[in-house]
Structures are given as C-alpha cells and as structure tokens.
C-alpha cells in the first residue's frame, strides 16, 4: 500500500492560511444555492423514505439515463444500461484495476500519470510500466515498443490507462491522430484501454477532439468519468461504461465494496442534471478557470526562475511546471508550506522517482489574487534555494531543462 501525495496533504491545505495550489478542488462556492436548496426542498416533499433507502449496486436509472447525456454532450452514443455509477471516479479505477489484474499483472499508463491513481495500483500489486508523454500526450512510438518487447518475452499488459483530455497532472492533450492510433494498437494487440476523461467538458480554447471511446465504439476502451469537476466532488458520483462482460464483473466488485452509491445524492444529481440548465453552469465554471489559469500562468512569468518551463493547458485543473533540475519539489515543499502554500512534487506522479523538479499546479480552486500570490511564494522560494545552489556551488550556470514547444520561460 502506498499513501498519495494529494491525501496526505489534505489536512494541512486545508487550514485556512495555506493557498493551496496542490488538490484538483472544484469551485463549488459559485453552485447556485437556490439550486440546491430547490433539488433538498424537493426531495423533503416526495423522496425522503427513497433517497434514506439503499438503491440498486449498478445505480439509479434516473442517474445511470442522465449520464448518457453528459457523455453525448462529448460526442458519445452510449447506451443506460452500460453504465454503472461509481462512488466517484476514483472508484472506477479502483474497481477496474480490482477485476483486472492480479499481482504482477502489467498495467500501463502516461508518465506523469494521476498521482491518486497510483496507490489503487499499488494496492492490486500490478506492475506498472510509465509511458512518457510530450505536448501531444502518451507517444505512441513508445507504447507500440513496449507492447512489442513484452510481448518477446511472452507478455501483455492488462490495460492501459490514459487520461487523453487535458490530462492530470500534465494539461496535456492526446491528439487526434495518436488517438486513433492507440484505438488502433488496443484493437491489433486485443488490450483494454481504459480512458479516464474527468476534464473533457473544461475547455478554455481550441477544438474538441473525439474521444477514445467514440473513436472505438466503446470495444477495446472502457470509459471513466465523474461529476466531480462539472458539479460537485462533495456528491461522490462517478461512473464506468464497458461492455457486457467486464460490467457483470465491476458490478460484483461494486457490491463487495460499498453496496451502492448514495442514493440520496444520486438523486440529487438525476434530477439536477433532468431539470436545470447545466450545460450554462459548465459554461460559467469554463469562463471562471480560463481566468484562472491565465491568472497562474501571468503570475509564472513574473515569479518563476530563469530556466523554468511550463505548459499552457487548453482545458482542464492543472498547470505541469519543471524548475531548473538541481531544485527538488519536494524539498521546496518542505519550505513552501512554512509560507504558506501548497503544491504536488512531480515524483507523486511517478513509481520510479521521476519528477523531481517538476510540480503540479492546481488553478481552479482559489481565486485569482491567491493564485497570484501563491506562485510569487513559491517563486521566492525557489529563487532562493536557487541562490544556496550557487552559493555552494559557486557557479551561475545552470543546468536547462529542455522548454517543449510551449513551454514558457519567464
Ligand atoms: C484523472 C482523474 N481521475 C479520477 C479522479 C477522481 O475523481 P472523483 O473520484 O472525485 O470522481 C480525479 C480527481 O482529481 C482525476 O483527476
């Protein structure tokens, strides 16, 4: 078993002096509270004794219809009764990788990859092997020589895991020709891809691109999502569409698991996402984050030391950011946190170490004063074991990493 970074934190970005740049927190303040208050008021005149009451381990059919929607809003025909709900996204992870694999079964993923998923393969005793991603996300030239030299010594992987759209903890975006290639590679090799596809409804510019699923018809990809980034984290509903065969399975894990999902907030959800206009709140949550995220990347250039590169993510929480590669996240952490700011060392997003100099940047959960603030901390801190470096080293030259292509350098 193994801790994740993002958890360990939680309780310290959560005392209300840290700006906390580390979780992927949605905004929920800007939810409409006379929303809420209407969906409660409902459910107290007609839904008490149902929505106390255990429901089905697969979910409601109310809920299990409304995601059908959420996923055709994304360009995806699914049908409601391959869908299971989940107790957020992280359970459908959790429950594929249950069903999946057992100890020292291959599982493959995006290096970086998302720093939670990490401890629910480690906890199944899968071996993971990290594929590196660049500007266009996973390369598959890569992918097709792993598959290929394991499977000279008789191997296969179990699935592949990828976070295409906007990925976490990277913000980078599979394209569409790697999209269909991987579809491709799943189809010639017969190996699941399951695609995790949290952010795909937040984006902040450029053209949407099919999904994984879409591309296969939902064959070869099982898909993953969950109403964490587009409602509520609070509500704990995800969800996992696969064929016959693997939903049977998932819905026995379900049950050993947790039974059900809450009823009470499933229906919460159903009714929210039948009857209220979400499609504008998701609209005003992707205006909100743009801000955000152009906030955060205003304040990098300003802050951040020479030599530091980053990302600007068309969608999505999060901003990948790589210091000059003799400073360590973690230890800056360390130091940051005694400022009072928080974000995830790049290593957390790793199983072999990798990311050491690199950092996750989370821009949809503090408003724009903070997130500028937050950076011009860990700005200064990094300034600042910059200069011990020197002074120890007695040198000014540093090292570069390598910018990609839109990496910024202040
Ligand atoms: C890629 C990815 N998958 C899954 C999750 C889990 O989300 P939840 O369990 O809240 O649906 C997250 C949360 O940040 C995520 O970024």
Redesign the pocket.
């Given at each position: 078993m193994r801790s994740s970074a993002?958890r360990d934190m939680m309780a310290i970005t959560a005392r209300p002096e840290i700006i906390s740049l580390a979780?992927?927190l949605p905004d929920t303040s800007t939810f409409p509270s006379e929303t809420f208050a209407a969906e409660m008021d409902r459910i107290t005149r007609t839904a008490v004794a149902e929505v106390l009451q255990y429901g089905p381990t697969e979910g409601t059919v109310l809920v299990r219809e409304q995601i059908t929607k959420i996923m055709a809003a994304e360009g995806m025909t699914v049908d409601a009764a391959d869908v299971t709900v989940?107790?957020?996204?992280?359970?459908?992870?959790d429950l594929i990788t249950k069903i999946l694999i057992d100890p020292g079964d291959i599982l493959i993923c995006d290096a970086p990859t998302?720093p939670?998923?990490i401890p629910t393969f480690c906890s199944y005793e899968a071996d993971i092997i990290q594929i590196e991603c660049d500007a266009d996300g996973m390369r598959m030239d890569l992918l097709e020589q792993t598959i290929a030299d394991l499977a000279a010594k008789g191997r296969k992987p179990k699935f592949i895991y990828s976070?295409p759209t906007f990925?976490?903890p990277g913000g980078v975006t599979l394209s569409l020709e790697r999209r269909k290639r991987l579809v491709a590679l799943a189809r010639q090799h017969e190996i699941l891809v399951v695609e995790?596809?949290?952010?795909g409804l937040l984006r902040y510019e450029g053209e949407t691109v099919p999904t994984l699923y879409s591309l296969d018809g939902g064959n070869y990809v099982v898909y993953?999502g969950?109403?964490?980034?587009i409602l509520s984290?609070g509500l704990?509903?995800?969800w996992l569409v696969s064929p016959t065969p693997i939903r049977e399975k998932v819905v026995l894990g379900k049950g050993a698991s947790d039974l059900c999902t809450s009823s009470l907030t499933q229906d919460f959800a159903g009714h929210y996402f039948a009857h209220d206009p979400w499609r504008e709140y998701v609209d005003e949550l992707v205006g909100i984050y743009r801000n955000r995220r152009d906030a955060m990347i205003g304040a990098m250039s300003e802050y951040f030391p020479h030599g530091a590169s980053w990302n600007k993510p068309h969608g999505g929480?999060f901003i990948w950011a790589t210091l000059p590669d003799v400073l360590n996240t973690a230890d800056l952490l360390a130091k940051a946190l005694t400022k009072g700011v928080a974000f995830v060392p790049g290593t957390a997003a790793y199983v072999d170490g990798r990311g050491a100099s690199s950092m996750r940047l989370n821009f949809s959960g503090v408003k724009e004063d903070e997130i500028i603030e937050g950076i011009r901390r860990i700005g200064s801190v990094a300034q600042e074991h910059l200069a011990l470096y020197e002074t120890m080293t007695n040198t000014n030259e540093m090292r570069l990493p390598d910018l990609d292509e839109n990496g910024g350098n202040s």
């Open positions: 993002m979780g992927g989940t107790t957020g996204g992280q359970q459908a992870i998302y939670g998923a976070i990925q976490n995790d596809n949290p952010y993953i969950t109403l964490s980034k984290a704990r509903i995800g929480l």
